[in-house]
């Protein structure tokens, strides 16, 4: 069995290959993580909305402190060259059109009393994201929507491990025709800006460098998670980053084996991302139901329903459920009778469950 990086007393909710998701706590789950164990902490906490939301968001008077007592024990738990990375969205003041300055409030504190550093400061744009704050933007159209948000990249050190070369973007046409006949497109030169164009600007890297604006949409629709959601109809987590966003910092800010931990996980998919590309994962999420439904994730669609409401039933009666034995029968049994698998199957639940 693999070894976990929770001491053994600490019973996680599932596992698979590579990770461990734990129900409780995030708090007094950090506090039983050795210091400087971890390599990369990618979480999207609840934000500081005006309005309260299903999955539990603080009231902006009260969330910075709250939020301190997170980055202090994600400062100690990270290696030296370790990061966090902290989405954030926007919002507005109480009952007027002023934007709300809570995360660069909390950017400003992690860096100036917990001693992070400010790595990069990157953006994600989110093209599909509904027009919001109604009153400001659909119904008195003085405001533009708020489709941006922020993403702080924390470090513990002024040099974290990163590599920029695991991230590229896709050239555009016209720089493809540029490498194919640098010639005819530029001549080496200082340029006015005084940045000197010299010849290996045609040089072909495999990629362009991508900037600190990251445009992706979160219009998932489907998928094994919202598959098995409704498969089993239970309800999904409200608030979901798409895939794409960890997957690009968990690329250029760790390597395979590597440790990637998030604090507030939701459905999981900081864990499903980072077992797609072979690192070691941990997800915290108090929130039992939630914890329950993200092990569809990592189940398949050779999964029976049956099979599907057996995992979200033992984890929410608090068993611990070893994903890697359910994912091997799902697959054997994918053509056999489900009646092998329907009831109160003795022979199948202790197949689930995890043996210490």
């Not at 139901?289 to 669609?301: D, Q």
């Not at 329903?305 to 033992?314: A, C, I, N, P, Q």
Request: net charge neutral.
């Amino acid at each position: 069995m693999r070894e976990r990086i929770l001491d053994e007393s600490t019973v996680p909710a599932y596992t698979t290959a590579c990770g461990d998701a734990y129900c409780g706590d995030s708090l007094e789950l950090l506090a039983k993580l050795p210091t400087g164990s971890v390599n990369l902490v990618m979480t999207s906490p609840p934000f500081a909305l005006q309005r309260q939301k299903a999955y539990g968001n603080k009231d902006q008077t009260e969330y910075l402190d709250w939020l301190v007592e997170f980055g202090r024990e994600v400062h100690r738990v990270l290696k030296d060259d370790g990061s966090f990375v902290l989405d954030l969205g926007g919002s507005y003041e109480k009952g007027v059109p002023a934007r709300s300055l809570y995360n660069f409030r909390v950017l400003i504190k992690f860096c100036d009393d917990l001693g992070f550093f400010l790595a990069e400061d990157f953006y994600w744009f989110n093209p599909s994201k509904l027009p919001s704050p109604i009153e400001w933007v659909n119904k008195r159209k003085m405001r533009a929507k708020d489709s941006v948000n922020t993403v702080w990249w924390f470090s513990k050190t002024e040099w974290p491990k990163s590599d920029i070369r695991k991230v590229l973007s896709p050239y555009s046409e016209r720089m493809k025709k540029l490498l194919e006949n640098p010639s005819a497109f530029y001549t080496p030169k200082v340029r006015p800006s005084g940045h000197d164009i010299g010849e290996g600007f045609g040089k072909d890297n495999g990629g362009a460098i991508p900037s600190n604006l990251l445009q992706i949409a979160n219009t998932e629709s489907n998928g094994q998670y919202l598959g098995g959601c409704k498969a089993v109809g239970e309800k999904q987590h409200p608030a979901r980053f798409p895939a794409k966003l960890p997957e690009f910092f968990i690329k250029m800010l760790t390597d395979p084996g590597d440790i990637v931990l998030d604090i507030f996980a939701g459905s999981n998919t900081t864990g499903q991302v980072a077992e797609s590309l072979k690192r070691r994962w941990l997800s915290f999420e108090l929130a039992r139901e939630y914890v329950s439904a993200s092990a569809f994730r990592f189940l398949s669609n050779q999964n029976t329903t049956t099979e599907m409401r057996k995992v979200f039933d033992l984890i929410t009666n608090g068993q611990c459920v070893d994903l890697t034995k359910f994912a091997a029968q799902g697959n054997l049994t994918s053509t056999a009778s489900e009646q092998s698998v329907t009831g109160d199957s003795e022979e199948l639940q202790s197949s689930l469950l995890l043996t210490s």
